[in-house]
């Protein structure tokens, strides 16, 4: 009996072939994100996504290499346009995932950006020229297409081996 279920288990293996060990990414482990879309806080509502990618290869603890390329998501997390009254935009955004096939790597990074205030010159308007208060503006921000963002892995994760290329990578 024990070696007809030894020869079964073995012809099952070699049937679907034998998987190799997963490739562990730590809690922690540093990427460089490159935000692939424009975002500014005239546009961008709260909830919007945007398309990011991995700017350098990361070499993990086990020597395996994850190439540059793999793309995911960010999350606009706030925006805010500029008002009247010298009242600046804001925007802040978070990385959410990365993504290699099939599987999800979960990142933490945030990023926040304010506009410049004109409070001095909103002030003196007021007092001079209160007409012409409402109309003027703080200034609107931005995140450039090709900004560069640090973001951590957000909880130890297992993808399975080999890695496939990434998109548009060598194959």
Same mark, same amino acid.
């Given at each position: 009996?024990f070696?007809?279920?030894?020869i079964?288990?073995v ?6 072939g ?9 809690e922690g482990? !540093?990427f460089? =994100? *490159?935000?692939? &879309?424009q975002?500014?806080?005239s546009?961008?509502?709260? @909830?919007?996504?945007?398309t990011i990618?991995l !700017?350098d290869? =990361? *070499?993990?603890? &086990?020597?395996t ?6 793309? @995911?998501v960010g999350?606009v997390?706030?925006a805010?346009n500029?008002g ?6 804001k925007l802040?955004?978070?990385l959410v995932y ?5 599987d ?6 945030n990023k926040?950006?304010?506009g410049e205030?004109?409070v ?6 007021v007092?001079l020229f209160?007409p012409?208060?409402?109309f003027i503006?703080g ?7 090709g900004a560069?963002?640090?973001?951590y892995?957000d909880q ?9 290329p990434?998109?548009?990578?060598p194959?």
């Amino acid at each position: 009996m024990f070696c007809k279920a030894a020869i079964a288990a073995v012809l099952v293996m070699t049937a679907t072939g034998a998987q190799a060990d997963p490739i562990k990414i730590p809690e922690g482990t !540093e990427f460089s =994100v *490159r935000v692939e &879309d424009q975002l500014s806080s005239s546009t961008a509502e709260k @909830g919007d996504r945007f398309t990011i990618s991995l !700017e350098d290869d =990361v *070499r993990l603890p &086990d020597g395996t290499i994850l190439h540059a390329g793999y793309r @995911g998501v960010g999350e606009v997390v706030e925006a805010r346009n500029n008002g009247m009254l010298g009242k600046n935009g804001k925007l802040n955004v978070r990385l959410v995932y990365l993504k290699v096939g099939e599987d999800r790597i979960r990142l933490r990074a945030n990023k926040g950006a304010k506009g410049e205030t004109r409070v001095g010159a909103t002030v003196a308007t007021v007092i001079l020229f209160w007409p012409a208060a409402p109309f003027i503006k703080g200034k609107d921000v931005s995140i450039k297409k090709g900004a560069i963002m640090t973001a951590y892995v957000d909880q130890d994760t297992d993808l399975p081996s080999p890695l496939p290329p990434p998109p548009g990578g060598p194959e």
